[in-house]
């Protein structure tokens, strides 16, 4: 990465600019390694009273999007899904893909779009980003295709961490935002 190196585990950034704060490290809040730091597989696909998911359906919401961000920021095309329910696993997908197997591919997707966002040569290249059906394709920078990446994965995040609290799972060992 241009510029310093993430250091996922911690949180730590050291020289990385703040969009790549934002996808990996601790811009405006707890760093997803934090969040998602010390949870068992059980409690990660238990669903509290009220609750539309679980966090391990939230985890996954979160990287089906990030692989359609680096599709569209890497030049695939790849169709925007026919409803919201598609951006959700089956139970199919929660039996093929374990509660790490989930974590690891988050984190790598989320190193890969830390490094194209240290790419600032790259940042304000068009890319092509279909559309909800029946909606034209939609033209936008790396830049604000990443920063809006950035922006739902904090949404989620979020839900995430309510739903820790939830099950009585926050702050995790590392500490976190209490408030």
């Given at each position: 990465m241009r510029g310093g190196r993430v250091r996922q585990a911690t949180g730590m950034t050291e020289g990385v600019s703040e969009l790549q704060q934002v996808l990996i490290g601790d811009s405006a809040a707890a760093t997803p390694a934090h969040i998602l730091e010390?949870?068992?597989?059980?409690?990660?696909?238990?669903?509290?009273?009220?609750?539309?998911?679980?966090?391990?359906?939230?985890?996954?919401?979160?990287?089906?999007?990030?692989?359609?961000?680096?599709?569209?920021?890497?030049?695939?095309?790849?169709?925007?899904?026919?409803?919201?329910?598609d951006g959700f696993p089956t139970v199919q997908d929660m039996e093929r893909e374990s509660w790490n197997q989930l974590r690891v591919r988050f984190f790598e997707g989320a190193q890969q779009a830390a490094a194209i966002a240290g790419n600032v040569g790259r940042l304000e290249a068009a890319v092509r980003c279909p559309s909800r059906p029946g909606q034209p394709?939609?033209?936008?920078?790396?830049?604000?295709?990443?920063?809006?990446?950035?922006?739902?994965?904090?949404?989620?995040?979020?839900?995430?961490?309510?739903?820790?609290?939830?099950?009585?799972?926050?702050p995790p060992p590392s500490g976190g935002f209490s408030w």
């Open positions: 010390s949870l068992a597989e059980e409690l990660a696909h238990k669903k509290p009273a009220g609750a539309p998911h679980s966090i391990y359906e939230e985890l996954w919401h979160i990287v089906f999007w990030q692989q359609m961000t680096l599709d569209w920021v890497t030049g695939v095309e790849t169709p925007f899904p026919l409803s919201p329910a394709v939609r033209v936008m920078s790396v830049r604000d295709q990443l920063e809006s990446l950035g922006a739902h994965n904090h949404y989620h995040f979020g839900r995430i961490v309510l739903l820790r609290q939830m099950l009585g799972s926050w």
